[in-house]
């Protein structure tokens, strides 16, 4: 059987279903001529599998088209339409940019000394020249239209070139760069290589680890692009590996941060500068970034299927206060946990047409009341389930705006590129789309766990995962959809493969935002005398406060509350190796709580409140010298952590 070599992946075969008319033999052989039209071209920025796998297996493909039938069926039993794409507005999608990068004052033309001002103040030249290229493009369609927009570019940049060097927006004495064009501090060296393997650990397989700095902006790190160099990471992936490296971030002094250790605020933040890092990066890399008109659809604002996540938590949240993830999503992830995760071909096996329709009904009528019987439903009738709650959401689990640029990361030749790409993506989902597919790509990597039980390889589960996230829904699948399904399977893979490193924060994004905090606590003055008053008030009673529980206060030593333990706060002489675990233990002692009893209690961890950071639940190996040098004016407590 010939064998085709299609830019890393190889199609072999076609196997038909079994044909028993006409009609059906006729829609196979269009089938099988679409597959091998896909299979003699060649994907752009393929890379090398990254399991000991050498290609999409043929049984891989036959799940992939096994599982676009089965949307495609489901679509035309329930009449549906492909979701129409609106005509692409320039001016709009620049506006939308600009307003989900959290400078809408750009465009509305509003003067003031808010967020946009603060997060201009802290961005490097190479992101402000990103800016000023997406508000000049905004500017220009305005005048094309014979409009005038509420803000010249002019206005707000006034440099006539952005250089691409790294331009920290804060001086070293602390005051901040009131105006663009005003910034001039020294230059910053490369903090390292750009590709720095980690020790082989006498792994004889071929693979290598990759260390992955979050330290210095994606964009800076891949600077060689832009002046016209080879990219080492690029010239990496030529070598004919049979294996894919792993990632190893090298652990920051402050501590891994994770997605949920930073306050909802924060982490709306974190989404705007990822917004502009991920264009920035994308333009270095010469990676054209799409992004898809977002088309307001008729949605439904209560029930299970084809209801907005942000309106199912609202609606679960009224009954099981902090819910971040659908109730009924958590509820079939549970089932399949129990039940279905050693079923051979669980989630390529379909369930009962007829069965999952009267489940789905079922649901709707009797979940919120209770009175669903779970005990009632197989394990692929739940995987079925669960598919048809995500391609049935009004708006992708992965939002429509942002689709096409998942998709155009499998362009990205370099695994390093690849991953960076994917980790911004992560940072600006919104919090209910990054909740949940943190939950289905935890379920699915406990799924790859049990392959010698369910026979569900990573590249299976991938390739039938991909058209439930990748494809619009719809009769007829459309080719471009079919290429880009089969190429976000590699995605997928990824996604699933290295989860927990693309839900930790990555230093330079915190950064970020504890200038963006410092320049508009900079900013902030009392409006009234009454204002004044109350302000002055407060400083005189924390002033008394902090008198009151410490009479000296030295350079280096912290007050940490802990408002739920007998000794609700004590005074902590920092040094340079104490860690925020050290702490934990000593509050741990000093109330006569041993190791035993406090497991059985809920863990408590230590937490930096206020001054530039909303909240932080630091790492129990985060050095709290360095933490207290980055941020000393916040609080210290001692609490338990939201999960």
Known sequence: MDVKDCGGVILTAFHSFRIQSDEQKHAADNRKAQYRRIGSMSLPGAVSPSSPERSVSRDSMEDYWSEMKNIQEDCQERHEELTERASVDEAELEEAWLQEAGLSTLVTGTQSDGPAEALLSTLTRSQAAMVKKRLDNYTQTLHKRNRQPMRHVRDVFSMPDASSELTPPISPNGQIAPKLPQWNPPKVSPPCAVFTPADSNGSSSGSETIVLSL??????????????????????????????????????????????????????????????????????????????????????????????????????????????????????????????????????????????????????????????????????????????????????????????????????????HQIQALHLLIMLLPEANRDTLKALLEFLRKVVAYEDKNRMSLWNVSMIVAPNLFTFRGKNAKQEEMQGAVAAAQLVRLLITHQDLLWTVPCFLISHVRKMNEAAMGKKTPTSEKSKRRLLKRWNLEKDRDRSEVTDLREGVIRVHAPLQAKVSMAIQLNGEMKARDIMARFDIENGRGSRSASRRQRQFLFEVGGNIGERCLDPDAHLMDVYRANPHCEWVLKSRLT
């Open 215 to 416: 330290d210095v902006p994606y964009s800076e790190a891949a600077r060689a692009h832009r002046k016209g160099r080879e990219c080492q990471d690029c010239r990496r992936i030529r070598k004919d590996d049979r294996d894919l490296p792993s990632f190893q971030i090298v652990k920051p002094r402050q501590g891994v941060t994770r997605v949920n250790d930073l306050s909802s605020e924060d982490i709306r933040k974190i989404g705007y500068i990822s917004l502009i890092e991920l264009t920035t990066f994308y333009d270095t890399l010469g990676i054209e970034m799409k992004r898809n008109r977002v088309v307001r659809s008729r949605a439904r604002d209560s029930g299970i299927f084809g209801v907005p996540l942000a309106t199912l938590l609202e609606n679960d949240q009224k009954k099981y206060p902090g819910s971040r993830v659908p109730l009924v999503f958590r509820k079939l992830l549970s089932k399949l946990e129990q039940t279905g995760l050693q079923t051979e071909g669980i989630l390529r096996v379909p369930g009962s047409a007829s069965r999952v329709k009267h489940l789905r009904q079922e649901l709707e009528l009797k979940f919120y009341e209770d009175r669903f019987d779970w005990d009632q439903v197989r394990q692929n009738d739940a995987a079925g389930l669960l598919k048809m709650f995500i391609r049935e959401l009004p708006y992708p689990l992965l939002t429509q705006q942002h689709l096409p640029a998942f998709t155009a990361a499998h362009c990205i030749s370099s695994p390093k």
